[in-house]
């Protein structure tokens, strides 16, 4: 069986965040300014679900959409042990705002993110790097 590849996205909107589902990235929108790219440890397929499933309640639960934050894609690794989260700001400094009032090391200040925080048997890899985009390809459709 094939575990795919994406799975929920975050997108803001101007009352509260929304959830798109199966929304790839779009690497030529004008607004992202900087992208976070954050891999998780977290064991087993039922916990990459459960967690991205916490990650996704507790976007959903800030009384204020997070200023900054464009969208959130979770890449699922198909051993079931990782989860890479790629998250698009608006700037670097967006992101850093945005950890800096919450105080605890996550984007969010609603009381979701404590268990977010304390998920049982994940832990993020300490790889956080933010990248911006230099150049990309793509493969016309209909090209095998």
């Given at each position: ?17 929304t ?7 779009d690497?030529?929108r004008?607004d992202v ?10 064991g087993?397929?039922?916990r ?23 969208a959130?894609h ?10 890479l ?5 608006t ?26 925080r304390?998920?049982p ?11 911006r985009?230099?150049?990309s390809?793509?493969?016309?459709a209909?090209?095998?």
């Amino acid at each position: 069986m094939t575990t795919p590849t994406i799975t929920p996205t975050i997108t803001p909107t101007a009352a509260a965040a929304t959830i798109a589902r199966d929304v790839l990235p779009d690497v030529t929108r004008p607004d992202v300014g900087t992208v976070l790219v954050s891999p998780w440890l977290v064991g087993t397929p039922e916990r990459q679900r459960g967690w991205i499933d916490m990650v996704i309640g507790a976007l959903g639960s800030e009384t204020e959409p997070l200023p900054g934050l464009v969208a959130a894609h979770f890449h699922v690794s198909t051993d079931g042990t990782r989860v890479l989260n790629y998250a698009e700001w608006t700037s670097k400094e967006a992101h850093q705002d945005a950890l800096d009032r919450s105080g605890h090391g996550v984007v969010g200040q609603s009381p979701e993110w404590r268990r977010v925080r304390s998920f049982p048997g994940v832990r993020r890899n300490d790889d956080v790097r933010r990248y911006r985009l230099h150049r990309s390809l793509t493969r016309p459709a209909g090209i095998p």
